[in-house]
Every structure is written in structure tokens, then in C-alpha cells.
């Protein structure tokens, strides 16, 4: 019984960070630093190490991405995600037979022997890395499908009413331009705030200055 109702409480928790769009964030951006460091890592390789390279700079637009607020790069970031799983796996299937057959050259063959065991430590670490990148990239990829579900919600629902500074930090992941006047008049308040977001909201942006034009 007593197993029965912590079982019961943990399913509740965990459906209830699903639906919480700041805790998914933040569990987002972890996992974005993990990769960073799996890449850093991996790069140590001898070889077969530009595909972490890559991962590399996908995990660092990813924080571009998500501290400037733009729609158009949160979404790049999808596409660049999508196309870094597909890179894994054809990096998989191309090398990592070899890389993994690089200890038996070790025991014989003068390719064995020119090789020290610092190289295949490298090259073995390489693919570790990769392996742990892939693990997490398929986890942020679903957990970003549960965050783009929860911005679309949020923006469906006009009653709503959030921080203005959470929805620039996070309007990339918003499908279209929050319609409620009041966040925009709040937002508009915040000329610093406002005026870094706006750029990214080309319907805002250009009311900003139609609003300045009827003032002169």
C-alpha cells in the first residue's frame, strides 16, 4: 500500500513538471550544457572528433537562441537539432565498428604497434562522448516538443497573463505574436526590455514607431 501511493505521488510530480513550461526550460538548459560538455570533452579524440565539433556550436546557438527570445532562431534550432540526430547516426554507422576494433590492432601488426594505447584512449573516449551526446539530444528533442506544446497553449489562451519579461526571454518558442494588449502595454513601459525584444516581433516592432510618429 505504502509503495502503491509513493508510486501514485511521483507519477503526480512528474505530470506536473511536464506542464510546468519554467522547470522544462531550465531542465532544457541543462541538458544543453551537457552537451556542451560531452563535445569539449570528445574533442580530445585523435580522430573521428569533427562531428562533436558540430554538436558544439548547435549547443551554443541553442544559448543564442534561447537568451535573445527570436522565433526564427528557436526554430533554426529545431531544424539544426533534428539535423545533429541524423548526423549521430550516420556518424555511428560509419565508425564507430572501426573505433571499436582499434584494441584488437593493439595485439599484433606493426599498425598495432604504432599505435599507443594514449591514441585509442582518445579515439575510445571520442565515441563515449558521442554516445552520451546522442542519449541527450534525444531527450532535449522530445523535452522541446513538450515546451513548443506548452507556448502554444499559453499563446492560445488570451487570459493568461504572464511576466512580460518571461514572455520576451521565451517568445521564440510561441508560434505566432501574443495578442493581449496588456502585456504589450507592460512591455512597452520597459522601453530596455521591450526595445530588446521587439526586434524579434516585426508587427511590434514597427508599431513602436508608428507610436512615436503620433506623438511628433
Known sequence: MMICCCSQNLR???????RDYDKLLY???????????CALTGSLGALYNGVLLANLGIALFA??????????LGRAYAVLLFCAIL???????LFSHDIWNMSKETD????GESRGMLFIF????????????????????LLWIQIYRLGVSNVGNPSDLRDPDFDLKNGFLSPSTPSNPLLRQCSHNESDDALG???YDPAYYYSLFEDRQQWS
Not at 503526480?12 to 511536464?18: V, Y
Not at 544559448?63 to 526564427?72: H, K, M, Y
Open 122 to 141: 582518445s579515439v575510445r573516449l571520442t565515441l563515449a562522448m558521442e554516445m552520451v551526446g546522442l542519449f541527450v539530444r534525444l531527450w532535449s528533442s
Open 197 to 199: 525584444g521587439a526586434i
Open 87 to 93: 548526423l549521430d547516426i550516420s556518424w555511428f554507422i
Open 63 to 72: 544559448l543564442v537562441a534561447i537568451e535573445s527570445g527570436s522565433q526564427s
Open 108 to 111: 599484433g601488426g606493426e599498425e
Open 12 to 18: 503526480d510530480a512528474f505530470q506536473a513538471c511536464l
Open 27 to 37: 531542465v532544457a538548459v541543462i541538458l544543453i550544457y551537457i552537451q556542451i560538455g
